[in-house]
Protein backbone atom coordinates (compact mmCIF):
# COMPACT_ATOMS: atom_id res chain seq x y z
CA UNK A 1 0.00 0.00 0.00
CA UNK A 2 1.46 3.23 -0.84
CA UNK A 3 1.19 6.34 1.31
CA UNK A 4 1.11 9.59 0.11
CA UNK A 5 0.92 12.84 2.39
CA UNK A 6 -1.39 15.37 1.06
CA UNK A 7 0.62 18.88 -0.28
CA UNK A 8 -2.73 20.64 0.91
CA UNK A 9 -3.39 19.40 4.60
CA UNK A 10 -0.99 21.53 5.72
CA UNK A 11 -2.90 24.53 3.94
CA UNK A 12 -6.55 23.34 4.76
CA UNK A 13 -5.49 23.34 8.64
CA UNK A 14 -3.86 26.89 8.01
CA UNK A 15 -7.07 27.90 6.55
CA UNK A 16 -9.06 26.62 9.16
CA UNK A 17 -6.46 28.07 12.01
CA UNK A 18 -6.55 31.73 10.38
CA UNK A 19 -10.59 31.53 9.77
CA UNK A 20 -10.21 30.53 13.87
CA UNK A 21 -8.30 33.51 14.72
CA UNK A 22 -10.51 35.77 12.19
CA UNK A 23 -14.05 34.41 14.29
CA UNK A 24 -11.93 35.28 17.19
CA UNK A 25 -11.41 39.23 16.16
CA UNK A 26 -14.39 39.72 15.40
CA UNK A 27 -16.06 38.76 18.61
CA UNK A 28 -13.45 41.19 20.28
CA UNK A 29 -14.01 43.70 17.66
CA UNK A 30 -17.75 43.32 18.15
CA UNK A 31 -16.92 44.25 22.04
CA UNK A 32 -14.82 46.62 21.25
CA UNK A 33 -16.33 50.58 21.15
CA UNK A 34 -16.09 52.95 18.19
CA UNK A 35 -15.20 55.84 20.34
CA UNK A 36 -14.61 57.69 16.51
CA UNK A 37 -17.93 57.48 15.91
CA UNK A 38 -19.20 58.45 19.48
CA UNK A 39 -17.14 62.04 18.90
CA UNK A 40 -18.37 62.22 15.79
CA UNK A 41 -22.12 62.25 16.96
CA UNK A 42 -21.08 64.23 20.24
CA UNK A 43 -19.72 66.89 18.08
CA UNK A 44 -22.49 67.09 15.47
CA UNK A 45 -24.72 67.18 18.68
CA UNK A 46 -22.65 70.09 19.90
CA UNK A 47 -22.29 72.25 16.61
CA UNK A 48 -25.92 71.89 15.09
CA UNK A 49 -27.97 71.78 18.44
CA UNK A 50 -26.20 71.41 21.38
CA UNK A 51 -29.47 70.85 23.62
CA UNK A 52 -29.31 67.33 22.47
CA UNK A 53 -25.95 66.86 24.06
CA UNK A 54 -28.53 66.03 27.59
CA UNK A 55 -29.17 62.70 26.30
CA UNK A 56 -25.63 61.47 27.52
CA UNK A 57 -25.77 62.89 30.39
CA UNK A 58 -26.80 61.46 33.92
CA UNK A 59 -27.99 63.30 37.08
CA UNK A 60 -24.36 61.52 38.67
CA UNK A 61 -22.33 63.01 35.70
CA UNK A 62 -19.87 65.77 36.17
CA UNK A 63 -18.17 67.83 33.93
CA UNK A 64 -14.43 69.95 34.33
CA UNK A 65 -14.44 72.78 32.36
CA UNK A 66 -11.40 75.30 32.17
CA UNK A 67 -10.59 74.27 36.14
CA UNK A 68 -14.35 74.48 36.84
CA UNK A 69 -16.48 71.61 38.42
CA UNK A 70 -19.86 71.32 37.52
CA UNK A 71 -22.01 68.33 38.62
CA UNK A 72 -25.16 66.55 37.57
CA UNK A 73 -26.86 67.37 33.94
CA UNK A 74 -28.06 70.38 34.95
CA UNK A 75 -25.48 72.21 35.18
CA UNK A 76 -23.63 70.87 33.18
CA UNK A 77 -25.73 71.43 30.30
CA UNK A 78 -25.84 74.72 31.91
CA UNK A 79 -21.89 75.36 31.46
CA UNK A 80 -22.14 73.62 28.18
CA UNK A 81 -24.64 76.34 26.46
CA UNK A 82 -22.81 79.34 28.40
CA UNK A 83 -20.01 78.80 26.08
CA UNK A 84 -19.47 81.81 23.69
CA UNK A 85 -19.99 81.25 20.10
CA UNK A 86 -22.72 80.96 17.53
CA UNK A 87 -21.25 78.66 14.84
CA UNK A 88 -18.64 76.05 16.03
CA UNK A 89 -16.58 73.22 13.75
CA UNK A 90 -14.62 70.51 15.75
CA UNK A 91 -11.96 68.91 13.96
CA UNK A 92 -9.95 65.67 15.32
CA UNK A 93 -6.70 66.08 15.43
CA UNK A 94 -5.98 62.87 17.70
CA UNK A 95 -8.09 60.10 19.35
CA UNK A 96 -7.34 57.57 21.68
CA UNK A 97 -9.41 54.98 22.95
CA UNK A 98 -9.24 52.36 26.17
CA UNK A 99 -12.08 49.62 27.68
CA UNK A 100 -11.97 49.55 31.30
CA UNK A 101 -13.97 47.87 33.32
CA UNK A 102 -17.30 47.82 34.10
CA UNK A 103 -18.24 48.37 30.64
CA UNK A 104 -16.76 51.58 30.36
CA UNK A 105 -14.72 53.58 28.07
CA UNK A 106 -11.93 56.40 27.86
CA UNK A 107 -11.79 58.73 25.14
CA UNK A 108 -8.86 61.19 24.93
CA UNK A 109 -9.28 63.40 22.12
CA UNK A 110 -7.07 66.48 20.98
CA UNK A 111 -8.32 68.78 18.40
CA UNK A 112 -9.26 72.41 16.54
CA UNK A 113 -12.39 74.13 17.54
CA UNK A 114 -13.51 77.01 15.06
CA UNK A 115 -15.92 79.21 16.97
CA UNK A 116 -17.20 82.10 15.11
CA UNK A 117 -14.05 81.78 12.06
CA UNK A 118 -11.59 82.04 15.27
CA UNK A 119 -9.44 78.50 15.20
CA UNK A 120 -8.04 77.32 18.90
CA UNK A 121 -6.69 74.04 20.16
CA UNK A 122 -9.01 71.94 22.49
CA UNK A 123 -8.60 68.83 24.44
CA UNK A 124 -11.21 66.56 26.05
CA UNK A 125 -11.64 63.38 28.22
CA UNK A 126 -14.81 60.97 28.23
CA UNK A 127 -15.56 58.28 30.53
CA UNK A 128 -18.63 56.41 29.17
CA UNK A 129 -20.40 54.02 30.40
CA UNK A 130 -22.02 51.22 27.92
CA UNK A 131 -25.76 50.63 28.56
CA UNK A 132 -26.49 48.34 25.68
CA UNK A 133 -26.77 50.48 23.03
CA UNK A 134 -26.95 53.49 24.66
CA UNK A 135 -23.50 55.41 26.01
CA UNK A 136 -23.79 57.98 29.10
CA UNK A 137 -20.93 60.33 29.64
CA UNK A 138 -20.18 59.70 33.44
CA UNK A 139 -17.08 62.28 33.65
CA UNK A 140 -16.10 64.97 30.96
CA UNK A 141 -13.20 67.34 31.24
CA UNK A 142 -12.91 70.09 28.37
CA UNK A 143 -10.31 72.39 28.11
CA UNK A 144 -9.75 75.49 25.27
Not at 15 to 26: A, D, G
Not at 45 to 52: A, H, I, L, T, V
Not at 88 to 97: G, P, R, S
Not at 116 to 135: H, I, M, P, W
Request: proline letters at 2%; hydrophobic letters at 40%.
Amino acid sequence: MITASCPFCYWDRSIEVYFEVLRSLEFKMAKCFDGMSFVNSYYLKFENNRPDLQEYFLDTSTLSFEGGSHSGKDDMMKTLMAIPGKVFEHEVVTLDTHDTVDNMVVIYVQGKVTVDGKTQKFSEVFLLKRNGDKVNILELILRL
